[in-house]
């Protein structure tokens, strides 16, 4: 298997601008996770989906984020419109039973985003 | 969030042992966890130990579990300039996974 896949690898965009951050998780799992990594905060959970269904999306920042799973295999994160303070690495993760607490959490390569 | 507590940083000379320390909050979680980040990388389960365990030994990893007073730690034996790398515990309540702040291990040589 492949692992969790990440798109881009890195991206720099200008404040204003879209960013769309996308996940494809291992084939069978069926609980996705989203997170960011800063040096100020370390890593926060910002959002996970269990069977494609977001479950708790109460660490996404601000409206200016949202994410969806249209199916099993795949996952956006969106940033509309960016701002310099969204600069972090996004991790995807995913994991192979339900719910979090009883499997490992395998973890995408992240994107490293650079707003401007 | 849950407050999962590390130290930031830890120099240990390569051959000697470490100890990452970890303080969580939450008892309801069945499992916890220690994952390694190398430079550039996501995070890898390094190993975890159930949580109706005292301590769990992995090779060169010792898991120790304190559930009174909420504290985890992870010993590496011979510390090797390989084991260099951001090392955060995890608590998993309900169906969710808490990290730490990673505790970034230096091994000098």
């Known amino acids: 298997d492949a692992g969790v896949i990440q798109s881009p690898r890195h991206e720099v965009t200008e404040m204003g601008q879209e960013v769309t951050l996308r996940c494809k998780p291992i084939?069978?799992?069926?609980?996705l996770f989203w997170y960011r990594q800063t040096m100020m905060r370390g890593l926060e959970l910002l959002i996970y989906?269990?069977?494609?269904?977001?479950?708790?999306d109460s660490g996404m920042p601000e409206d200016r984020f949202s994410a969806k799973m249209p199916n099993a295999s795949f996952s956006t994160l969106k940033i509309q419109p960016s701002e310099p303070r969204d600069s972090a690495v996004y991790f995807c993760?995913?994991?192979?039973?339900?719910?979090?607490?009883?499997?490992?959490?395998?973890f995408g390569e992240g994107s490293r985003l650079t707003v401007l | 969030g849950e407050d999962v507590e590390q130290s930031l940083f830890l120099s240990v000379r390569e051959g000697d042992s470490s100890v990452i320390n970890c303080t969580y909050t939450?008892?309801?979680?069945?499992?916890l966890y220690w994952y390694k980040q190398e430079p550039g990388a996501g995070l890898q389960l390094l190993t975890y130990?159930?949580?109706?365990?005292d301590m769990k030994q992995d090779q060169r990893l010792t898991v120790l579990l304190n559930k009174k007073d909420k504290h985890l730690s992870l010993r590496i034996a011979d510390t090797q300039t390989g084991d260099s790398a951001i090392y955060f515990c995890a608590e998993t309540p309900g169906n969710q996974f808490y990290f730490g702040t990673g505790t970034s291990l230096t091994v000098i040589p």
């Open positions: 130990i159930f949580s109706n365990m």
């Open positions: 993760a995913s994991s192979g039973l339900a719910g979090g607490n009883t499997g490992e959490l395998f």
């Open positions: 939450d008892s309801s979680s069945t499992y």
């Open positions: 989906f269990n069977n494609n269904v977001p479950i708790d």
């Open positions: 084939s069978g799992h069926n609980s």
